[in-house]
């Protein structure tokens, strides 16, 4: 393709978005439109934008003498939608707040593209990609509703690019796979579901060109820090486990698997915490799922204490010893 064509092809491309801009807003209305989907969900989600906006908490109360605690939704949609509310007065304008949305969504358009251009290279097929997103009539509707699709959508593509950016190609630091986990950490203020960002840079880790995996275990410490930072209520309870911990990991260090080297203590100790974690996790989930579907369980609930005790202790071992400590840094007790 010459330069001139180029030229041209790009100023087509630009035309196109405007034109697919202009679709978007062409529908604001002042009215509030909800529908199955989003009657309850845009009701508190912009309770809790104005009333930050108003300086009056993180409240479903738009009436400055109630307060009423909400600790149902994280700020990942209020927070996006702040701006329109000091436009719109004494009384949400929905113009503003249809506005706000669309702009979201043309935004996971461009980050569509983006993507595309950096996974395929193939012009047709990126600008067919963007073009097919931004049409999609499930995606135009979500746009103008006060809710957390669109804005989670558009978390993940923007994640996408940036996990692409920072794993392709390159062999990736610690501290690369904590600052990206952070980042993508923030889209489970929209939702949990972006919780599954973590299985994204497995096709970068073990593609065939494999940044090195030792890192990759910072990246769920990232990812979950900011959603166990907002949900959790109970600091004591998570001060208390990180020194039961930190207890642990050192009798397990000095006595179980008796690691003879010095290096690297502060990632293992991190992989340890979470690892063990998910152990504990699943420990209490299988407790909890055989106590839920079996009488004999209910009725006798040592029994799932039993088993889920096994399954923890098999998680954690088998964790502690191939993921954590490592056999080639470990001397296993004789």
């Known amino acids: 393709m010459t330069a001139a064509s180029a030229k041209g092809w790009n100023l087509l491309r630009v035309l196109a978005f405007l034109a697919l801009a202009g679709f978007y807003f062409a529908v ?4 509030p439109d909800f529908s199955r989907f989003n009657a309850h969900d845009s009701e508190d989600y912009l309770a809790l934008s104005y009333s930050l906006v108003h300086g009056l908490g993180y409240t479903q109360s738009m009436d400055p003498g109630r307060y009423l605690p909400h600790v149902t939704w994280p700020p990942g949609v209020p927070v996006p939608m702040m701006p329109a509310m000091p436009l719109s007065g004494e009384r949400v304008d929905w113009c503003l707040v249809k506005g706000t949305m669309a702009l979201v969504g043309l935004l996971g358009v461009v980050l569509a593209w983006y993507l595309a251009r950096r996974v395929t290279g193939d012009p047709p097929t990126v600008d067919w990609a963007a073009l097919a997103l931004g049409l999609n009539p499930f995606y135009w509707d979500f746009s103008h509703q006060a809710m957390a699709e669109v804005p989670l959508t558009v978390w993940i593509l923007g994640s996408l690019c940036l996990i692409d950016r920072c794993w392709a190609r390159r062999a990736i630091s610690y501290r ?8 993508l950490g923030v889209g489970m203020m929209f939702k949990g579901h972006a919780g599954a960002l973590l299985l994204a840079p497995l096709a970068y880790l073990f593609g065939p060109a494999a940044a090195p995996w030792m890192p990759a275990p910072t990246g769920p410490v990232g990812v979950y820090t900011p959603s166990v930072s907002w949900w959790s209520s109970h600091w004591a309870r998570l001060s208390f486990y990180l020194l039961v911990a930190t207890t642990t990991w050192i009798l397990n260090r000095s006595f179980t698997f008796r690691v003879t080297g ?7 100790w991190v992989r340890y915490v979470v690892l063990n974690a998910v152990g504990g996790g699943l420990n209490y989930g299988t407790y909890a799922l055989l106590v839920y579907r079996f009488p004999l369980v209910y009725a006798y609930p040592v029994l799932g204490v039993v088993a889920g005790s096994a399954v923890g202790l098999v998680v954690n071992y088998s964790a502690n010893e191939f993921l954590v400590f490592g ?8």
Do not use: F, T, Y
């Open 262 to 268: 010095g290096g690297g203590k502060h990632w293992q």
């Open 28 to 31: 604001l209305n002042a009215r």
């Open 327 to 334: 056999r080639s840094r470990c001397e296993p007790v004789s």
């Open 176 to 183: 690369a796979v904590l600052g990206v986990g952070l980042i």
